[in-house]
């Protein structure tokens, strides 16, 4: 299993994300090269207007852009196209070397991968060694076991148009610990991140608390904490 796990977008060690991915040299990417295609899911700020949404993709954080700076070849996968219908999804995902899930409400996230079938996808294609997996703030968060915590962080009543209204607690297990994004950074949501980690503490609950710049990477059994 290969994993990247990060606080805020591509954090301090986007070097060891393109070693993990085994892609080849920016001079030499062929868009048929599966190792270096990514398929970008934002679905995390499916609750924010367009107004709110697009100005950020395009002028905050440009998901495209960056992963085109580093040789890799980028496209948005909406999951909520694959809403009901997991054997496309699988099928679409089976043409990518790495998923990258951004941020937002790790409860909406984790809606849209439980709808799509992409909790089930991508676990089968990570044990098959077929893909990597990378996120930042709520695409590291739902990594975990659980999401028991997180409602200090997001809203996990945000239930966006065309969204099953049941909450998921349950995180993809990717980890055995939970993880708790922007510990101790200059982030906005900080001072919630600092909230979540008591209570983790309070419950003796397992947890990995990572500061903006920090990545936890694993390639198989060997995980370490990158900054």
Request: net charge neutral; hydrophobic share 45%.
């Amino acid at each position: 299993m290969r994993l990247y796990l990060s606080s805020e977008r591509l954090g301090a060690r986007a070097g060891a994300l393109l070693d993990l991915l085994g892609a080849p040299a920016a001079d030499s990417v062929s868009v048929n090269d599966n190792r270096a295609r990514v398929a970008i899911i934002a679905n995390g700020y499916d609750n924010c207007t367009p107004l709110g949404r697009d100005p950020y993709l395009a002028e905050l954080y440009d998901p495209i852009a960056e992963f085109h700076r580093l040789g890799l070849v980028p496209e948005e996968l909406d999951l909520r196209a694959y809403f009901g219908d997991p054997q496309s999804l699988r099928q679409r995902l089976a043409a990518f070397g790495l998923v990258w899930v951004m941020g937002g409400n790790s409860f909406i996230l984790r809606r849209a991968m439980r709808q799509s079938g992409f909790d089930g996808v991508i676990r089968d294609l990570l044990a098959a060694d077929a893909i990597a997996y990378g996120g930042y703030a709520a695409g590291a968060v739902v990594a975990g076991p659980s999401l028991r915590g997180l409602e200090l962080m997001d809203d996990p009543w945000e239930v966006p148009p065309g969204y099953d209204e049941p909450l998921i607690w349950t995180g993809l297990g990717l980890t055995a610990f939970a993880i708790v994004p922007h510990f101790r950074s200059r982030h906005p949501e900080a001072a919630s991140a600092e909230k979540v980690v008591s209570y983790m503490r309070a419950r003796r609950t397992r947890f990995r608390a990572i500061s903006d710049g920090e990545v936890i990477v694993r390639i198989g059994k060997l995980e370490r904490l990158a900054s």
